[in-house]
Protein backbone atom coordinates (compact mmCIF):
# COMPACT_ATOMS: atom_id res chain seq x y z
CA UNK A 1 0.00 0.00 0.00
CA UNK A 2 1.04 3.52 -0.28
CA UNK A 3 1.41 5.74 2.52
CA UNK A 4 -0.49 9.68 1.92
CA UNK A 5 -0.28 12.60 3.90
CA UNK A 6 -2.70 15.59 3.45
CA UNK A 7 -2.25 18.86 4.66
CA UNK A 8 -3.34 22.92 3.40
CA UNK A 9 -6.88 22.39 4.87
CA UNK A 10 -7.78 25.64 7.08
CA UNK A 11 -10.73 28.22 8.50
CA UNK A 12 -11.85 30.69 5.42
CA UNK A 13 -14.82 32.96 4.23
CA UNK A 14 -16.48 32.20 1.42
CA UNK A 15 -15.41 33.14 -1.77
CA UNK A 16 -11.72 32.18 -0.90
CA UNK A 17 -9.49 29.89 -2.08
CA UNK A 18 -7.36 27.03 -0.39
CA UNK A 19 -4.97 24.00 -2.20
CA UNK A 20 -4.49 20.45 -0.71
CA UNK A 21 -1.84 18.58 -0.86
CA UNK A 22 -1.46 15.04 -0.81
CA UNK A 23 2.20 13.70 -0.38
CA UNK A 24 2.35 9.82 -1.44
CA UNK A 25 5.19 7.23 -0.70
CA UNK A 26 5.58 3.96 -1.49
CA UNK A 27 3.98 4.04 -4.94
CA UNK A 28 4.33 6.79 -7.79
CA UNK A 29 1.14 9.15 -8.27
CA UNK A 30 2.00 8.57 -11.63
CA UNK A 31 1.19 4.93 -11.58
CA UNK A 32 -1.83 5.02 -9.51
CA UNK A 33 -5.48 6.96 -9.95
CA UNK A 34 -5.66 9.04 -7.16
CA UNK A 35 -8.50 10.66 -6.29
CA UNK A 36 -10.08 13.38 -3.76
CA UNK A 37 -13.04 12.60 -1.16
CA UNK A 38 -15.14 14.55 1.34
CA UNK A 39 -17.12 13.49 4.20
CA UNK A 40 -19.19 16.75 6.15
CA UNK A 41 -20.09 16.12 9.74
CA UNK A 42 -22.53 13.46 10.33
CA UNK A 43 -22.70 12.29 6.35
CA UNK A 44 -20.97 9.68 4.15
CA UNK A 45 -17.84 10.42 2.65
CA UNK A 46 -18.44 11.65 -1.08
CA UNK A 47 -16.63 11.91 -4.39
CA UNK A 48 -14.95 14.98 -5.37
CA UNK A 49 -12.32 15.10 -7.53
CA UNK A 50 -9.88 12.04 -9.57
CA UNK A 51 -7.09 11.72 -11.86
CA UNK A 52 -5.89 9.28 -14.60
CA UNK A 53 -2.83 7.24 -13.93
CA UNK A 54 -0.67 7.65 -17.31
CA UNK A 55 -2.52 10.38 -19.25
CA UNK A 56 -3.87 12.37 -15.98
CA UNK A 57 -7.51 12.56 -17.47
CA UNK A 58 -9.48 14.13 -14.49
CA UNK A 59 -13.21 13.74 -13.37
CA UNK A 60 -14.99 15.97 -11.16
CA UNK A 61 -18.03 15.42 -8.78
CA UNK A 62 -21.09 18.07 -10.17
CA UNK A 63 -21.15 19.98 -7.34
CA UNK A 64 -17.33 21.06 -7.37
CA UNK A 65 -17.14 21.70 -11.13
CA UNK A 66 -15.83 24.49 -12.24
CA UNK A 67 -14.26 25.83 -8.98
CA UNK A 68 -12.01 23.23 -7.71
CA UNK A 69 -9.05 21.48 -10.05
CA UNK A 70 -6.98 17.99 -9.33
CA UNK A 71 -3.63 18.13 -10.48
CA UNK A 72 -0.26 16.42 -9.84
CA UNK A 73 3.34 16.43 -9.85
CA UNK A 74 5.70 13.76 -10.61
CA UNK A 75 8.40 15.52 -9.44
CA UNK A 76 7.50 15.49 -6.18
CA UNK A 77 5.09 12.70 -6.02
CA UNK A 78 2.38 14.63 -4.88
CA UNK A 79 -1.65 15.35 -5.73
CA UNK A 80 -2.93 18.74 -5.14
CA UNK A 81 -6.31 19.85 -5.24
CA UNK A 82 -7.31 23.74 -5.80
CA UNK A 83 -10.31 24.80 -4.26
CA UNK A 84 -11.77 28.13 -5.11
CA UNK A 85 -15.08 30.21 -4.88
CA UNK A 86 -14.90 28.06 -1.64
CA UNK A 87 -18.83 27.48 -0.27
CA UNK A 88 -20.12 26.78 3.21
CA UNK A 89 -21.56 23.58 2.20
CA UNK A 90 -17.89 22.87 0.97
CA UNK A 91 -16.89 22.49 4.77
CA UNK A 92 -15.92 18.57 5.85
CA UNK A 93 -12.69 16.69 6.09
CA UNK A 94 -10.91 15.84 3.17
CA UNK A 95 -9.26 12.45 1.98
CA UNK A 96 -6.80 11.84 -0.56
CA UNK A 97 -6.73 8.13 -2.18
CA UNK A 98 -4.99 5.60 -4.43
CA UNK A 99 -6.07 2.83 -6.21
CA UNK A 100 -3.80 0.14 -6.83
CA UNK A 101 -1.10 0.44 -9.20
CA UNK A 102 -2.62 0.94 -13.03
CA UNK A 103 -6.11 0.75 -12.22
CA UNK A 104 -8.60 2.57 -13.62
CA UNK A 105 -12.24 2.16 -13.05
CA UNK A 106 -14.68 3.42 -10.87
CA UNK A 107 -13.42 6.44 -9.68
CA UNK A 108 -16.42 8.18 -7.64
CA UNK A 109 -16.45 4.64 -5.68
CA UNK A 110 -14.52 4.71 -2.27
CA UNK A 111 -14.58 0.82 -2.40
CA UNK A 112 -11.99 1.56 -6.18
CA UNK A 113 -8.83 3.05 -3.33
CA UNK A 114 -6.94 0.35 -1.38
CA UNK A 115 -4.91 3.56 0.57
CA UNK A 116 -6.46 6.46 2.47
CA UNK A 117 -4.75 9.70 4.16
CA UNK A 118 -5.81 10.83 7.37
CA UNK A 119 -7.59 13.42 6.14
CA UNK A 120 -7.72 17.27 6.18
CA UNK A 121 -10.54 19.56 7.54
CA UNK A 122 -11.41 22.27 5.41
CA UNK A 123 -13.74 25.10 7.35
CA UNK A 124 -15.67 27.85 5.13
CA UNK A 125 -17.81 30.37 6.88
CA UNK A 126 -20.19 32.34 5.29
Known amino acids: QVQLVESGGGLVQAGDSLRLSCAAS????????MGWFRQPPGKERDFVAAIKWGNGRTYYGDSVKGRFTISRDNAKNTVYLQMNSLKPEDTAVYYC???????????????????WGQGTQDTVSS
Open 97 to 115: GAMPQFYSSGYDDRTSYDS
Open 26 to 33: GRTVSSSS
